[in-house]
């Protein structure tokens, strides 16, 4: 049990970091929260690409004598890109965040909300 837990820590770092996203999003209110939460989330998956692509002992594809382990670049480009989609998707939550706040003076999803009912 304890060989399993040491040679895949990193699929357990990344279940940690992924349920502590979720936790994130589901338990606050707060929208600036969540977005951290799902900004935590996002990087688990990336770790857990990332960490799937990495072959032990497994070197760059290129091709050279005396290396015979090659890792996997596939995902490590996959997740490159997807890093600059998350930094573009949490700059436009946060663009409309402010947006929220300018509009209701609060962040606070239940607080929108009455305030949305008050206005109907």
Same mark, same amino acid.
């Given at each position: 049990?304890?060989?399993?837990?040491?040679?895949?820590?990193?699929?357990?770092?990344?279940?940690?970091?992924?349920?502590? +996203?979720?936790?994130? @999003?589901?338990? #606050?209110?707060?929208?600036?929260?969540?977005?951290? +939460?799902?900004?935590? !989330?996002?990087?688990?998956?990336?770790?857990? !690409?990332?960490?799937?692509?990495?072959?032990?002992?497994?070197?760059?594809?290129?091709?050279?004598?005396?290396? &015979?382990? !090659?890792? *996997?670049?596939?995902? #490590?480009?996959?997740?490159?890109?997807?890093?600059?989609?998350? @930094?573009?998707?949490?700059?436009? +939550?946060?663009?409309? @965040?402010?947006?929220? *706040?300018? &509009?209701?003076?609060?962040?606070?999803?239940?607080?929108?909300?009455?305030?949305?009912?008050?206005?109907?």
């Amino acid at each position: 049990m304890i060989e399993l837990i040491e040679n895949q820590y990193n699929y357990w770092i990344c279940m940690l970091l992924m349920m502590a +996203g979720l936790y994130i @999003v589901i338990d #606050h209110t707060n929208l600036l929260k969540k977005l951290i +939460g799902l900004n935590i !989330f996002q990087t688990s998956v990336f770790i857990l !690409f990332i960490s799937m692509g990495k072959l032990d002992g497994g070197t760059a594809p290129i091709l050279e004598e005396g290396y &015979r382990a !090659f890792s *996997n670049p596939l995902p #490590h480009v996959l997740i490159l890109t997807a890093i600059v989609v998350s @930094v573009a998707t949490t700059a436009v +939550g946060l663009a409309l @965040v402010v947006s929220i *706040n300018k &509009r209701y003076q609060s962040i606070d999803e239940q607080e929108i909300e009455k305030i949305e009912l008050e206005e109907e």
